[in-house]
């Protein structure tokens, strides 16, 4: 037996991000945790004051309609505030199996799947239907839950530079050589930057190396494609495309997960899914909403949204341009409603993000390691309910606070 041994909390004293935590918290610059004491819309009330969000994920701007608000409130007055066991026992509601149908017609696949949260969705499909023996090939600006499932099924794990097809392709000549089965997992549009994955040339290589395909349609249901199905319906691949997983927090005005995709796969996933088996299910007012609003989605309003949120992206990015900001474009010329910001410096980055707040305008902040070094940005992002009146307000703050930050702090990239 050893006679020493090491406090297991001694890790959260003096780590790497804890003297730039300090000096954020002094110079009161820190740009997570704010309180957000309304409704989550396009313009809201934080910490006292009115701010113009551009920082939230509400893409269609459904969290404050009246029909949502009465989905989760019948929810809510029918089944109470939870429903306290998983889905497995007493968790399932005759709102879940309609929200799984609609899902499947939706998604145009045999059957969905609902988690309480999108996270789970990511972690415990990945967890359930990788083994020790098989290989994940993954693009390196996948989302972190996609990073986690993989390492929970310790399948080997193949990344790739992002969006790069040639190491796609090396990768998956490789994973054909590991021994078991092969998934490639990747974003349909990523969701720092905004920009979407080539799920055309994604599809030929796994087809051609014989790999199964699954993508993350987080940011990309509810916002792209004719029916809003995401980036695969688009890019018309969905036929092509194995596993699709989405979101009920972004476009859908909730919280939750989804994964779509074959009955055989998904009945699979509902007797040996652990992060699903062993999860409370979603509160009854989180179904209900997300209900509401696919139907909406799914309704002839739909496709009314899918422009104005692509619109209000285009009129955000074009004003930002013209005020002399860097923004960031996808290399496909694809809109997104996330139009991120290039700042480069971690510091100016929050330094400009706590100007923007102070001036009445809330965008989020990636730094290192989130984002490669060098590589700090201001992530915007727009709703559908986002008026070109409020959208310009929002740029001429840009502009004014650009003007002064300069004048104290150097350039910005251009």
């Not at 699979?268 to 992060?275: D, I, P």
């Not at 692509?310 to 474009?329: P, Q, Y």
Request: proline share 5%.
């Amino acid at each position: 037996m050893p006679s020493t041994s090491t406090d297991v909390f001694a890790k959260v004293r003096g780590h790497e991000r804890a003297e730039q935590l300090r000096a954020a918290r002094e110079a009161d610059v820190l740009p997570y945790f704010r309180v957000l004491e309304g409704p989550a819309g396009p313009e809201v009330e934080m910490e006292g004051a009115p701010r113009i969000m551009l920082g939230s994920n509400n893409y269609l701007g459904l969290t404050g309609d009246r029909r949502v608000v009465a989905g989760a409130r019948d929810a809510l007055e029918r089944y109470g505030t939870g429903l306290t066991g998983s889905r497995l026992l007493n968790g399932t509601t005759p709102l879940h199996l309609d929200l799984e149908a609609e899902l499947a017609a939706w998604m145009g696949t045999e059957a969905a799947i609902v988690f309480t949260t999108g996270h789970q969705a990511n972690v415990g499909t990945l967890g359930t239907l990788l083994d020790p023996g098989d290989t994940v090939v993954a693009d390196s600006g996948d989302h972190a839950s996609i990073l986690d499932g993989c390492l929970l099924s310790r399948a080997k794990l193949r990344p790739y530079r992002h969006n790069r097809m040639d190491k796609l392709e090396r990768a998956l000549e490789r994973a054909r050589g590991d021994g078991g089965g092969v998934l490639a997992v990747v974003d349909g549009v990523f969701s720092m930057e905004g920009d979407v994955a080539p799920l055309g040339e994604i599809a030929d290589l796994c087809e051609r190396h014989g790999a199964r395909l699954m993508v993350d349609e987080a940011h990309g249901a509810g916002v792209l494609g004719a029916r809003g199905a995401g980036a695969a319906e688009l890019l018309d691949v969905e036929d092509r495309v194995d596993l699709r997983m989405g979101t009920f927090s972004k476009s859908l005005a909730s919280c939750g997960g989804f994964i779509a995709g074959s009955e055989e796969v998904v009945d699979f996933l509902r007797v040996s899914n652990r992060a699903f088996l062993f999860t409370a299910s979603s509160v009854p007012a989180a179904v209900g909403a997300a209900l509401a609003a696919l139907r909406i989605v799914r309704s002839s309003e739909g496709p009314g949204l899918l422009d104005a949120v692509l619109d209000a992206a285009r009129h955000l990015r074009a004003g930002l341009r013209e005020r002399g900001f860097k923004v960031i474009d996808d290399p496909s010329g694809i809109d997104t409603p996330i139009i991120p910001v290039l700042v480069e410096d971690d510091w100016k980055a929050v330094l400009l993000w706590r100007a923007l707040y102070d001036a009445g305008v809330y965008v989020n902040v990636a730094i290192h390691p989130a984002v490669p070094p060098a590589g700090a940005l201001l992530r915007t992002s727009v709703m559908a309910t986002h008026t070109p009146e409020v959208l310009d307000r929002a740029l001429d703050a840009f502009a004014a606070v650009r003007e002064r930050f300069e004048a104290a702090h150097g350039p910005l990239p251009r």
